[in-house]
């Protein structure tokens, strides 16, 4: 399960980023997730509670927002969500789109207290 992995990472950011600001506690810790992602939300929340157990970030909010798969045709310039990993352009029908957003997984803000 790699979403335990992806816990542990965000904890680490979260931690080092309270010390940083000389903060006691993790509040929320706000995730960009993109759609291509392949991580799986509900799994990600129940391992980032157990890895934050005993930690300044135990209790802590985890806010996910997921990010659409959006792709620009590299013929016509149009940005459009990409439904059902299609990535043909439904407007002029060329090749492949090409992706530029959707694959993201970051760290977009912290709240310490």
Known sequence: MHEMALAEGILDIAL???EENEAKRVAR?????GEMAGVECESLRFCFA????G??????ELEIERV???GRCPLCGKE???ERYSFLCPSCRSGALEIISGRELRVESLEVD
């Open 29 to 33: 810790v706000k995730l960009l997730v």
């Open 50 to 53: 157990a890895v934050t157990k």
């Open 80 to 82: 459009q969500q990409v």
């Open 68 to 70: 659409p798969l959006i």
């Open 55 to 60: 930690t300044a970030a135990e209790g802590a």
């Open 16 to 18: 080092k980023t309270a």
